[in-house]
């Protein structure tokens, strides 16, 4: 019997040893998905088995698909994890049957896990202690994006985000809580991956259109000193770093994006039709000259814009290599003709890890070709909204009429070219070492080069006469960094300890060359290929110009991150930086900070509160803005050939080169110190679906820079730069910021949300009555100021006479604000600031199955702008002499058509607005209903409008404006004058990832 028992265990047991393997190889499978449908590839899913707390983990693929295979029966936890998204974790049994997960990932915005960049390092949000706000891709504006800071706008309490014109690539400018310096950039500093960029720009568009948009993982706004200290004397207006796109391990994927777009001039000047402009001669008292047709002079410079964009990146790797790769072409036309800009972006980052992790090296490289075309835009657009419109555009063959005494804008678009090209690339290295446990060592070597070339064609024409003259600007800029630091974090019970310390190195070298020539022949020869046609070279006119400057900037560098059982929370941060652009008594400056937070939400008697999640934070710090012209502290001389500079040898000899000061030596001058204080609390209830934060911020600037006369009357310069001493700028504010987001069901989620800031300006101290700014444009006007700096009143004042009305003679008529009797100067008045008081921004989101709905909407309120197109083009002797104007030049009857347009608050206008920034309508096609997963994982059609409307009271092209009228390099706000109008757009797009 026990034999037989045994011969039959022997047959059986490769079936019960099939049978086991087969009960220990239960497949468990899942697919990871967002909200909106998409695949998630290279999600993490960790199962835990609760009996012995095993743990395994793999990887989704690229259609978000995970598979466990070996797991022995039992229960499980599983947690399925993915950057930007909250994490999601499953209970389950593994059986005979194997089991089958479906995960959907929440976006995890309001997550205080999240984590945020700063400067050298990174922590999570439920750490930081200063005002920090990191925007997200997926969180981004949407539509024509030339430049990546308009994917902020709207989206950062505090941040001013204003394009200067509709060009495309036209300069943006970013205000971070408040104007603080006269003289100097009020532009944050942007750090590339790494690398603190230099804002001298490459000479034409803006400073970071070398960066493809579609790259950028995530930019994070350091707002307050206690996140900002730590870059020093270039910290004061803020700190934007940028971080782009890396690959993910286990995966592999390809994805192609391409997208056209149409736009139009979003809004003309309305400006007389040729009917009504010959009744308002007339009206005028004028002789009125009619040439029998009948032009919109505005509809023949405007066009359809067109933009196409492609893009293409693979990204994937293995575990000791992860890559990121794209390629990225961009083609605008803009819709005033002549315009264009086309753009080619190349991109390769990666990691790679040696010796068991221990060694980890990181590698970013951006090379970037941008090309723009640019027409003779002031020319263009005076002309348009001034020609009679009785004027024939063309003549009987088609061609652009030609006329003596006008000029006509399409024949202007012939005989003008304007054309830069820029090569700019940027990469860096950064090893990072693990020396022992909690210790690392980091190397950031980085170079950014760029190479501007710019040629400047006018060319010769008979009617109406013209020489032409051909110029060619070149620039390099060069710069470099080194970087090491070391960074140690330890865990020892409740106490969480990390310390930073480091040098840094950084030069940067500017050039800049000019050269011209004048008396281009009649004909079709471009000078760009041969300047040699030229005929005329002579010193007076043509003689070369160039700069060139080194700037270097050595740092040290420390802070110190503690935690006490996640509850309180101590960040201090020291910077020692020494200068090239300072004096020699002042070559360092030193810049702490230090910042508290506590996590009440932690404390034991909130266990059972409506808030899962509720911190205080508060800090201080000082930082420095040494953005002013390089050499500033160091004596200029100059050398001229005239009667003021030199005297002959001889009575009839010739005048022999003279030298001279222009500027004497500062050694004390040193940079723009700003103090700030800021009080933040970040809270969440209804289970953290509904977010946000408010600040308190008291941000106050000192040792203001200004380029001043010497105070001793006999001196051979005329100016010096100095620190003037009690003289401060003063920001106050409060930011809130708020997010509600909520899943209604599985198909169904929607998110609401925005912010607002509300700020006060004012100088204080100043020992001058006024500091002039804003040099007006017109005929007559050539002398004429509209800014002023004045203590106890805001940044970007506007300081003119008072308009108010017509006299019985009809001319205008001013307020005689001193009683003397007689309108000067000394009767201005402060006329409002250009600078807002309120910034508000709302967003919206829905999405239902495949659809995905979105919209934001920014605004500002409180601001004041100077019409100056109105003042130089707008007025009654100009509709008397037959230049076209709109209704304002006639709004009052009794005005005589010899009445000066002088500028006064006749022309200040509101510049509040409320604009529709984008919303995009976007289907996510399920490929596996469309039978196509074995070729594509996702499938997504969109729609964008931008710029669909604006709401405002200002009558110009567009209240978004900053026409640079600085004087003396003190800086001009709020100025509008013949601005390239923006474009309201409509954007088609597909995505498709493989």
């Known amino acids: 019997m026990k034999q037989r028992m045994l011969w039959l265990m022997v047959l059986l047991l490769p079936f019960s040893l099939c049978l086991s393997a087969q009960e220990a190889n239960k497949a468990v499978s899942g697919t990871v998905k967002t909200e909106t449908g998409e695949a998630v590839a290279g999600a993490s899913v960790t199962a835990e088995n609760s009996s012995n707390k095993s743990k395994t983990t793999v990887t989704s693929n690229e259609e978000g698909v995970f598979t466990f295979s070996g797991l022995a029966n039992g229960r499980y936890t ?78 950062v309490a505090g941040v001013n985000i204003t394009s200067s014109n509709g060009e495309p690539g036209a300069p943006i400018n970013i205000v971070i809580r408040g104007v603080a310096s006269i003289r100097n950039s009020s532009a944050p500093l942007f750090v590339v991956d790494g690398v603190p960029l230099d804002n001298a720009g490459t000479g034409t568009g803006d400073a970071l259109n070398f960066l493809n948009p579609q790259d950028i993982a995530s930019m994070d706004v350091l707002k307050d000193a206690s996140a900002t200290a730590i870059y020093g004397s270039r910290g004061a207006n803020g700190v934007i770093i940028i971080t782009t796109k890396r690959g993910r391990a286990g995966t592999s994927v390809l994805n192609f994006t391409t997208s056209a777009g149409i736009s139009k001039v979003a809004r003309k000047l309305p400006v007389f039709s040729a009917d009504e402009f010959k009744k308002q001669v007339v009206a005028a008292g004028g002789d009125l000259e009619d040439f029998g047709s009948s032009t919109d002079w505005q509809d023949e410079i405007f066009r359809t814009g067109h933009t196409y964009e492609n893009n293409l990146t693979l990204s994937g790797g293995a575990d000791k290599l992860v890559y990121y790769a794209s390629l990225n072409a961009q083609n605008q036309t803009g819709i005033l003709k002549g315009s264009k800009m086309k753009r080619y972006t190349g991109r390769f980052n990666a990691t790679q890890k040696f010796w068991d992790d221990r060694l980890s090296i990181d590698v970013n490289l951006t090379a970037t070709n941008t090309n723009n ?91 109406p006469q013209r020489d032409g003259r051909f110029e060619t600007q070149g620039i390099q800029l060069r710069n470099r960094l080194i970087e090491n630091y070391l960074t140690y974090t330890t865990d020892l019970d409740k106490h969480t300890l990390s310390a930073m310390a480091g040098h840094s190195y950084q030069n940067i070298f500017y050039q800049y060359r000019s050269s011209s020539i004048n008396k281009l022949p009649l004909n079709d020869l471009d000078p760009i290929y041969n300047p040699g046609i030229g005929q005329e070279l002579t010193m007076a006119n043509n ?110 000899g010739a005048y022999p080169p003279g030298t001279f000061f222009v500027r004497f030596a500062n050694p004390d001058l040193q940079w723009e110190s700003t103090n700030q204080t800021n009080i933040g609390l970040d809270f969440g209830v209804l289970g953290g679906d509904l ?26 310069a005329g100016t010096t730069f100095a620190n003037i001493p009690g003289m401060k700028i003063s920001n106050t504010g409060i930011e809130i910021d708020l997010e509600y987001r909520k899943r209604i069901t599985g198909n169904l989620s929607f998110a609401i949300g925005g912010n607002a800031s509300f700020m006060k300006n004012k100088v204080t101290g100043s020992p001058y009555q006024v500091i002039f700014s804003g040099s007006a444009t017109g005929s007559g006007l050539t002398s004429a100021t509209l800014n002023g700096y004045i203590n106890g009143h805001p940044m970007g004042s506007f300081y003119l006479l008072d308009f108010i009305g017509i006299d019985t003679d009809g001319i205008s008529k001013y307020a005689d604000t001193d009683k003397d009797g007689i309108i000067t100067p000394k009767d201005r008045i402060i006329a409002g600031s250009a600078v807002p008081k309120t910034l508000y921004n709302f967003y919206g989101n829905l999405s239902y199955k495949g659809f995905d709905f979105t919209v934001n909407f920014n605004g500002v309120s409180g601001n004041k702008i100077y019409d100056n197109t109105a003042t130089a083009n707008f007025y009654k002797t100009k509709i008397a002499k037959n230049s076209n104007t709109t209704t304002e030049a006639v709004q009052y009857p009794e005005e005589s058509k010899n009445n000066a347009a002088g500028v006064s608050t006749r022309y200040v206008k509101d510049g509040s607005y409320l604009r529709m920034n984008n919303m995009t309508l976007a289907y996510n096609f399920s490929t596996e209903r469309l039978g196509v997963q074995n070729w594509l994982t996702g499938l997504k059609l969109s729609v964008t409008a931008q710029n669909l409307f604006v709401i405002t009271k200002y009558d110009g092209f567009d209240p978004e404006i900053n026409t640079d009228r600085s004087m003396d390099k003190a800086i001009s706000y709020g100025i509008d004058y013949l601005n390239y109008p923006k474009a309201r757009s409509v954007i088609f797009g597909l995505n498709l990832s493989f």
Request: proline share 6%; no cysteine.
């Open 543 to 652: 003689r070369p110009t160039g700069n060139a400057n080194i700037d270097e900037l050595q740092s040290y560098f420390a802070r110190i991150n503690y935690a006490f059982d996640n509850r309180y929370l101590l960040t201090a941060s020291f910077r020692m930086d020494g200068s090239t652009k300072f004096g020699e008594n002042n070559k360092y400056g030193y810049f702490p900070s230090f910042s508290l937070g506590w996590n009440i939400k932690e404390e034991a008697f909130m266990a059972n509160s409506v808030f899962s999640a509720l911190k205080l934070r508060g800090g201080w710090g000082m930082t420095g803005n040494q953005e002013i012209e390089p050499k500033s502290t160091q004596a200029l001389f100059k050398t001229e050939v005239t009667s003021g500079t030199s005297y002959p040898l001889y009575p009839t």
């Open 691 to 716: 977010s946000g934060s408010i600040d308190w911020f008291d941000k106050i600037t000192d040792n203001i820079l200004l380029s001043i006369p010497p105070q001793d009357p006999v001196q051979p």
């Open 78 to 155: 599983f947690t399925v994890s993915y950057v930007g998204y909250s994490t999601e974790t499953l209970t389950g049994t593994v059986g005979d049957a194997g089991l089958q997960l479906p995960v959907v990932l929440k976006l995890a915005a309001q997550s205080l896990e999240d984590v945020v960049v700063v400067g050298y390092g990174t922590q999570r949000k439920k750490d930081v202690t200063g005002a920090v706000k990191s925007v997200k891709a997926e969180s981004f504006n949407r539509g024509i994006v030339n430049n990546p800071q308009q994917l902020l706008q709207g989206k």
């Open 373 to 463: 075309r640019r027409p003779p835009i002031d020319g263009l657009l005076g002309s348009a909204i001034s020609n009679n419109p009785t004027l024939p555009a063309r003549d009987a063959d088609g061609n652009p009429a030609k006329f003596e005494n006008a000029s006509n804008p399409l024949l202007d678009l012939e005989l003008y070219k304007d054309i830069a090209s820029v090569n700019r690339v940027l990469g860096n290295i950064s090893p990072t070492l693990r020396i022992i446990k909690g210790l690392t060592y980091k190397l950031n070597f980085g170079i950014d080069n760029a190479t501007t070339t710019r040629d400047i064609v006018n060319f010769a024409n008979a009617v």
